[in-house]
């Protein structure tokens, strides 16, 4: 009785998988490896599942990040920073994402190595430095170099453009 109510309920949907695993010890083999197939197809089907998102439907329309970025014109501060702008482009992230990520690195109080598991970490992070969703974010070394590379002066330039 126990097996046919069990299987019944897991092949109906009613039931969720972790219970039926907990019965399932109760079964005798025969009976246990019929249902075998049908746990381990409905597993797989779930666990090779594609889903496509968007980074920007990932970030709440409230959200500060959002608010900032539509507050301040990044277009402007990408002119001040070309200057500085190398071949090499630290590994090729561009000045401007990773003035993007020093101004999260101010606005979070963040040590370097903590702005590099952070963005690692966060969608809204990704979202706001313009990184992809799978693109790999640059390691603690190049936000200590880029600072360098920026200077005092041309920040308070680019700040004097923001307000």
């Known amino acids: 009785m126990l097996y046919n109510n069990t299987a019944r309920a897991f092949i109906s949907g009613e039931q969720p998988l972790n219970l039926v695993f907990g019965s399932v010890a109760r079964w005798n083999k025969e009976r246990y490896s019929g249902v075998d197939y049908r746990i381990k197809k409905r597993k797989m089907s779930s666990a090779h599942q594609i889903i496509m998102v968007c980074l920007d439907q990932l970030v709440g329309s409230e959200h500060q990040y959002r608010k900032f970025k539509e507050l301040f014109n990044f277009g402007a501060a990408e002119q001040e920073l070309k200057g500085i702008e190398s071949p090499a482009n630290y590994k090729g992230y ?60 041309l920040l308070s330039k680019i700040f004097t453009i923001f307000r």
């Open 94 to 153: 561009g000045v401007l994402r990773l003035f993007k990520c020093l101004l999260l690195q101010f606005m979070e109080d963040l040590s370097d190595r903590e702005l590099e598991r952070y963005l690692s970490d966060s969608v809204a992070a990704k979202w706001f430095c313009d990184f992809d969703l799978t693109e790999a974010t640059p390691d603690y070394s190049v936000f200590s170099r880029i600072r360098s590379k920026i200077g005092t002066n």
